[in-house]
């Protein structure tokens, strides 16, 4: 690296103007299927009215099967006449089922047709008590809907992870670590690979929805933990334990005594039983784990866990909102998070109204810094654009609104922490990459 060691956050507005480079620059968390299949999809990002929904040309590609299927709206960003209900997609396409997830990809928003396919309306009216159910699925319903739709062939798998690749490579990132593994992203990337087309390093770790599920992700990750090739690392398997600010669901204390919000996905029992069996084969589990209760939530039982004699590393992904006690009981494990100032920015509009005087606790890199917890910066691309500049503009602004400003240079959390990656440097200037040295 050159000309970074002096940079604080007072000087961040520099990296805009400034040449520097980065080694192993690297994104943290991201979703590389995902990534491609949102640029060559239906990208719902500046949705606001029925207007632009009715304009929006059906492309092919666009399609699941039958199913039309978008990515990306946020309802903060409707005109108010625009309603985030079942009916407005029902006027506009009644003719096929419609399902367009949400920006955090923490819910969904779908037609009547696609709630009947996938048996949900009676289901909505009976467990809701609602007589109008408005076609907004969250956590575990919008992930049957999503799971529910056709899936990728192989060939439009390593077209997408192409595309995706294209897109980290163009702003410099070298380095990432994959949040959405499978089977067949493995089989897909793993032919790349051999073809001689794969250059970025990537870290793979399996996802899994519930406990079932888990044991199909195990094996999954099992058949292909030894089998580590120039680029690909498999290092274990994903949970969401909660969910976002964005959708409601983030699992926060609401203060002593008060009683939490939000939703836990796993159960106690569950979530000890993942690990066990994870740590076992010597696999990294990593959680999803957003609001202030879900950390310390999972933190205490990985302390469990550990203290019976098992343990093994821990990921904790976002770690948006965090309790100075938790910081506190996170020492003694092997433990490291990741965290995307992006989503400052995404958040900033409602963030300081969602939690008032747990404003304090929100991105909590420096605290975790001083307490000397290793931390990560990502961009949860294609939820945030993989963009080096995003990262620290949210850095320099945020120190203004509330959140405690990063006292030492932001590039040294995007890099690479370990290794066996491929040896690169990525150059910038004026807030632009020029090159990419490879070694
Ligand atoms: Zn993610």
């Not at 076609?135 to 995706?164: K, W, Y």
Request: hydrophobic content about 40%.
């Amino acid at each position: 690296m050159q000309e970074t060691g002096s940079y604080t956050t007072d000087k961040l507005p520099k990296y805009r103007l400034d040449s520097f480079s980065v080694n192993q620059l690297y994104d943290s968390h991201v979703h590389w299927l995902n990534t491609g299949d949102l640029a060559l999809g239906l990208n719902l990002n500046t949705l606001r009215n029925e207007d632009q929904l009715k304009a929006i040309e059906l492309k092919e590609e666009y399609f699941r099967g039958e199913w039309l299927y978008g990515f990306g709206w946020d309802e903060n960003k409707f005109d108010l006449d625009f309603e985030l209900h079942r009916a407005t997609l029902d006027r506009v396409f009644p003719n096929f089922p419609v399902i367009f997830s949400r920006a955090d990809g923490h819910s969904s928003w779908l037609n009547s047709l696609a709630l009947q396919r996938l048996g949900m309306i009676d289901f909505l009216l009976l467990d809701k008590g609602e007589l109008n159910p408005s076609g907004i699925l969250r956590e575990r319903e919008h992930m049957i809907g999503i799971l529910n739709l056709p899936p990728l062939t192989h060939s439009q798998i390593v077209d997408r992870l192409l595309v995706a690749q294209e897109i980290f490579l163009s702003q410099g990132f070298t380095h990432i670590r994959d949040m959405a593994s499978d089977q067949r992203l493995w089989n897909a990337a793993r032919e790349l690979e051999n073809q001689g087309k794969l250059r970025m390093h990537v870290e793979l770790n399996f996802t899994c929805e519930d406990r079932v599920d888990f044991e199909r992700a195990l094996l999954e990750f099992k058949q292909v933990q030894t089998a580590k090739t120039p680029h690909l690392k498999p290092r274990g398997i994903k949970l969401y334990f909660d969910g976002s600010l964005g959708s409601g669901t983030a699992l926060l204390g609401r203060g002593p005594g008060q009683g939490v919000e939000g939703l836990q996905l796993w159960s106690h029992e569950d979530l000890v039983y993942v690990l066990n069996k994870t740590w076992a084969i010597g696999a990294e589990i990593s959680i999803h784990a957003l609001g202030d209760e879900a950390v310390d939530r999972v933190v205490r039982l990985c302390r469990q866990v550990s203290a019976r004699g098992l343990s093994g590393i821990l990921n904790l992904e976002h770690v948006q909102v965090l309790r100075n006690e938790t910081i506190q009981l996170m020492k003694p494990l092997h433990i490291r998070c990741h965290l995307q100032p992006c989503h400052w920015l995404s958040d900033r509009q409602w963030l300081a109204q969602r939690l008032k005087d747990k404003i304090v606790e929100a991105f909590p890199w420096e605290r975790l810094r001083l307490a000397q917890v290793p931390i990560c910066f990502g961009s949860d691309s294609p939820i945030e654009k993989a963009d080096l500049f995003q990262n620290l503009e949210a850095i320099a602004l945020s120190k203004d609104e509330g959140i405690p400003a990063l006292s030492v240079d932001p590039l040294k959390f995007h890099q690479y922490p370990y290794q066996d990656g491929c040896r690169t440097i990525s150059e910038f200037a004026s807030g632009k990459l020029t090159q990419i040295h490879w070694g």
